[in-house]
């Protein structure tokens, strides 16, 4: 008689697409948002793309258009040369502040150190 045991490890890591700011026919000044605050953990299968932001953050576009701000720790360069970024779900399926991060191509790691709520500001 043979004991075996096996161990099955899932690894899921889902690529978010960057999104191109759409080109505008007639001049129209680009929309300003204003932070508010933002939830702790979103889930990772609600986000639709992203757009890199130039105060070291991600603006994320979820399923339902809202849009929320990854704020990130350091000084994260690599996100200005790659077109995407991938982020590893926790077992919950979820991305926390405090807790993940979003990983380059290249390797480098910036972690998330909060979400803030985006809407437009009024006029």
Known sequence: MQIAQVSIHERIII???????APVRTYAPPTEWKEHKGP???AVDEIAGAMLNKDGAVDLVMDDTTRLRAR???DCK????????YLRP??????CKDRDAIRMRSG???EIEGFKSLRAKKK
């Open 90 to 95: 926790g077992a919950d399926g979820m991305i």
């Open 108 to 110: 480098a790691r910036c």
């Open 40 to 42: 702790k953990c979103i």
């Open 78 to 85: 690599p996100l200005d040369y790659y077109s995407g970024f």
């Open 72 to 74: 990130l720790d350091g």
């Open 15 to 21: 690529r978010v697409p960057r999104m191109s700011r």
